[in-house]
């Protein structure tokens, strides 16, 4: 489903928490929203389900104005996943995630069909943790229950509040990588909200950047690192071209033409490898080069650091 913001506002008293924020998110786009704190970025994302209300400006959904339908109505299409996780300790985990399904009257055999599913979709195995209860889980296991128990109902839209800033960095980058499994095979339209710059560029199609309640700049991640706006220069930081390496997949520039080498090569990396893990390796190897290899070992092509500072540039 679309999204969009059209000049939306916010009073908290005389303070003007979100101003004139504008900005769609299209079907099936992951759109991450990044700023400071208290830049009005949780303001923006509880409007789309109406738990903050606009004073100026609209929401539309499918080019549908929110506020004119049912909170309920229009709830039970968005799925919500927070920092917290809020999971309800008397409930096991299946009842957790059956939650929501219970309240739109699904079936008992369609709920437990959905909550197996959802288990083996976040990486948990049903047998093990259906009947478990919440205070015997990790923070990683908690949060990928929550995330379960925002899709339960499959709805189109999902919004994520930090979802992933509780756990240690370890765990949080195995749950990044999880979520963007889930996503390539689901498509929903997500808006997601962090203040960590490194998950914002892994995760997001688009990122937008806000500063006092009004949105700086939205562009996808590469070409936010290469914009020239003071306040995002400041707010991306002094290693932005090599976060620029990281969102660039080898598979999606221009290599130089590969080498035959019959007797097979010492130093290689697998196109759909980013251009900082290339740089990592040539760096860790002492190589001005690497061959590009696909799936079935073949080499297809061969990356220099060449190649790497003109990316990094954005030539």
């Known amino acids: ?13 005389r303070k003007k928490a979100v101003d004139t ?25 509880k409007m789309i389900n109406r738990l903050v209300r606009p004073d100026e400006g609209v929401v539309l959904v499918e080019g549908e104005n929110i ?30 995630i059956a939650s929501v399904p219970r309240l739109l009257k699904w079936n008992k055999k369609r709920i437990a069909q959905r909550t197996r599913e959802l288990l083996n979709l976040v990486g948990l195995p049903p047998d093990q943790y259906a009947e478990a209860w ?50 390539s095979e689901l498509g ?10 490194d998950e914002a560029v892994r995760l997001g199609d688009r990122i937008a950047v806000m500063n006092k ?10 070409k936010l690192l290469l914009d020239s706006d003071p306040f995002v220069r400041e707010f991306t930081g002094d290693d932005r071209a090599l976060k620029r390496l990281a969102c660039i997949r080898i598979a999606d520039i221009n290599m130089t033409e ?5 007797a097979g090569t010492q130093f290689s990396i697998s196109e759909n ?25 073949k080499v297809v092509g061969r990356i220099t650091v060449n190649d790497l500072l003109a990316q990094a540039e954005g030539a």
Not at 21 to 45: M, R
Not at 141 to 159: F, H, K, N, W, Y
């Open 134 to 183: 919440p205070n015997r889980l990790s923070g990683g296991e908690a949060q990928r229950v929550g995330v379960a128990r925002a899709l339960a109902a499959d709805p189109p839209i999902l919004l994520m509040d930090e979802p992933f800033g509780a756990v240690d960095p370890l765990t949080r980058e195995t749950l990044q990588r999880e979520f963007l499994r889930i996503q």
């Open 273 to 297: 490898s980013s251009l900082k893990d290339a740089l990592s390796l040539m760096l860790e190897e002492r190589q001005l080069q690497l061959d590009v290899i696909e799936s079935a070992g």
């Open 67 to 96: 506020a004119h339908l049912p909170a309920a109505v229009h709830r039970r299409r968005i799925g919500y996943s927070i920092q917290q996780v809020g999971l309800f300790p008397h409930l096991n985990i299946a009842d957790n």
């Open 213 to 222: 309640g009004r949105l700086v700049l939205a562009a996808t991640p590469d």
């Open 21 to 45: 924020f504008s900005l769609e998110a299209g079907e099936g786009e992951l759109l991450v929203i990044i700023g400071p704190s208290g830049c009005g970025k949780t303001t923006v994302l």
């Open 1 to 13: 489903m679309k999204l969009e913001w059209k000049a939306v506002s916010k009073f908290y008293g």
């Open 258 to 262: 590969p080498i035959l080498n019959p």
């Open 188 to 197: 929903k339209t997500v808006v997601f909200v962090t203040h960590d710059l």
